[in-house]
């Protein structure tokens, strides 16, 4: 018999003990009447085991109850356990739900706004794809690898490449809330198959697109996208992720880009896009890359942010930059003629420290999206 929360399951053992002891009938005698060892009808009497179709006809036999009755017992016992063993996995689940941004996913229509705590798991379980919230129990392991590894000081590639930032409360659930919600769009979005040759025919006529800031534009880069086998996808970020971008493979033929629109700037979206292109040219299928605040020293982010940089603004063009006197009018005739938006160059020279963030802000510009 198992009792949880007012639910009471008792095994059809229970009940064959109440006819032995009607008929004074001994286990040990039991047992042989039935052809099944002591051991086994010891655990069938405790509900240790289950019983079978093939007992309950040797119990019609032995105690002269129909066999279908045994079935209805077992069916039922099996049924209340199973009832139990889900609200036993409930409250184990509460704890989980408490560190879920239950309320930002509410406010934002991507689960259905529900005060019920049983319903939010049910809602959590749907969203996610996943029976049990137990799924994320090691979600801070799983995301934060890099983490753990910087405070041994071992630098490197890892599997996931994310590094918390060390000034900053990141909430790891609301990062794979993020990045689920940027799935479920994913697979609405038709794509091609990846072909890293129609990606680098693109590069060029996505890299057009930065000069003017017009959400035609990012329509064209999303289409651009799509042929390339690339699903891009722009969702505002959730509070505590402090996340630029994020680029996984979602089958073995199609790539998910998320970008967040986290500081809003063009020169930032336009160099977060890139870096992610920056990881499918360069890196493996295996590993989710995870643009986040405080990468540096990563390798794999490193290299992204290196072919970001020389994607938009070759080695050479930006030494050309450098040697000419920063000024806007400068700056935009170098844009012009490099097919960029002025901002692009302005946050490489401010992230390079040639200029300061205080000068030239008119150049920047918010992204239109």
């Given at each position: 018999?198992?009792?949880?929360?007012?639910?009471?399951?008792?095994?059809?053992?229970?009940?064959?003990?109440?006819?032995?002891?009607?008929?004074?009938?001994?286990?040990?005698?039991?047992?042989?009447?039935?052809?099944?060892?002591?051991?086994?009808?010891?655990?069938?009497?405790?509900?240790?085991?289950?019983?079978?179709?093939?007992?309950?006809?040797?119990?019609?036999?032995?105690?002269?109850?129909?066999?279908?009755?045994?079935?209805?017992?077992?069916?039922?016992?099996?049924?209340?356990?199973?009832?139990?063993?889900?609200?036993?996995?409930?409250?184990?689940?509460?704890?989980?739900?408490?560190?879920?941004?239950?309320?930002?996913?509410?406010?934002?229509?991507?689960?259905?706004?529900?005060?019920?705590?049983?319903?939010?798991?049910?809602?959590?379980?749907?969203?996610?794809?996943?029976?049990?919230?137990?799924?994320?129990?090691?979600?801070?392991?799983?995301?934060l690898v890099v983490y753990n590894s910087l405070k041994e000081n071992k630098l490197g590639e890892e599997p996931?490449?994310?590094?918390?930032?060390?000034?900053?409360?990141?909430?790891?659930?609301?990062?794979?809330?993020?990045?689920?919600?940027?799935?479920?769009?994913?697979?609405?979005?038709?794509?091609?198959?990846?072909?890293?040759?129609?990606?680098?025919?693109?590069?060029?006529?996505?890299?057009?697109?930065?000069?003017?800031?017009?959400?035609?534009?990012?329509?064209?880069?999303?289409?651009?996208?799509?042929?390339?086998?690339?699903?891009?996808?722009?969702?505002?970020?959730?509070?505590?992720?402090?996340?630029?971008?994020?680029?996984?493979?979602?089958?073995?033929?199609?790539?998910?880009?998320?970008?967040?629109?986290?500081?809003?700037?063009?020169?930032?979206?336009?160099?977060?896009?890139f870096h992610e292109i920056g990881h499918i040219m360069k890196h493996g299928k295996k590993d989710i890359f995870?643009?986040?605040?405080?990468?540096?020293?990563?390798?794999?982010?490193?290299?992204?942010?290196?072919?970001?940089?020389?994607?938009?603004?070759?080695?050479?063009?930006?030494?050309?930059?450098?040697?000419?006197?920063?000024?806007?009018?400068?700056?935009?005739?170098?844009?012009?003629?490099?097919?960029v938006h002025p901002s692009i160059i302005l946050g490489r020279l401010q992230n390079e420290k040639l200029v300061?963030?205080?000068?030239?802000?008119?150049?920047?510009?918010?992204?239109?999206?």
């Amino acid at each position: 018999m198992k009792i949880f929360n007012n639910i009471v399951a008792v095994p059809p053992g229970e009940t064959i003990k109440d006819e032995l002891e009607f008929l004074k009938m001994s286990q040990v005698e039991f047992s042989k009447r039935m052809g099944i060892s002591e051991k086994h009808i010891s655990h069938l009497i405790n509900g240790e085991v289950a019983l079978t179709y093939d007992m309950a006809i040797k119990l019609e036999s032995v105690l002269g109850i129909e066999a279908s009755f045994w079935n209805n017992l077992e069916s039922k016992y099996r049924e209340v356990l199973a009832r139990i063993e889900e609200e036993e996995k409930q409250e184990k689940e509460i704890e989980i739900l408490d560190k879920m941004p239950v309320k930002e996913l509410i406010k934002r229509g991507w689960i259905n706004n529900t005060k019920d705590v049983k319903e939010q798991i049910r809602e959590l379980r749907s969203f996610f794809k996943i029976a049990s919230l137990d799924y994320f129990k090691n979600v801070e392991e799983k995301l934060l690898v890099v983490y753990n590894s910087l405070k041994e000081n071992k630098l490197g590639e890892e599997p996931i490449l994310f590094k918390k930032a060390l000034d900053k409360e990141i909430c790891e659930y609301s990062m794979a809330s993020w990045i689920r919600k940027a799935e479920i769009e994913a697979m609405e979005i038709e794509t091609k198959e990846f072909s890293k040759e129609k990606l680098e025919e693109n590069i060029e006529k996505m890299k057009a697109l930065t000069k003017e800031n017009k959400k035609e534009n990012i329509e064209e880069l999303k289409n651009l996208c799509n042929e390339s086998g690339i699903a891009l996808v722009i969702l505002p970020h959730l509070p505590k992720t402090y996340v630029d971008g994020v680029c996984k493979w979602i089958g073995k033929d199609k790539v998910l880009i998320v970008l967040s629109n986290r500081g809003k700037k063009l020169d930032r979206f336009w160099f977060n896009f890139f870096h992610e292109i920056g990881h499918i040219m360069k890196h493996g299928k295996k590993d989710i890359f995870i643009n986040a605040d405080e990468t540096l020293g990563m390798k794999g982010e490193e290299e992204a942010n290196l072919y970001a940089k020389n994607t938009l603004i070759s080695p050479k063009d930006f030494k050309a930059i450098k040697e000419m006197e920063l000024t806007k009018s400068n700056i935009c005739f170098m844009a012009n003629k490099l097919g960029v938006h002025p901002s692009i160059i302005l946050g490489r020279l401010q992230n390079e420290k040639l200029v300061d963030y205080k000068v030239l802000y008119e150049l920047k510009e918010d992204i239109n999206i």
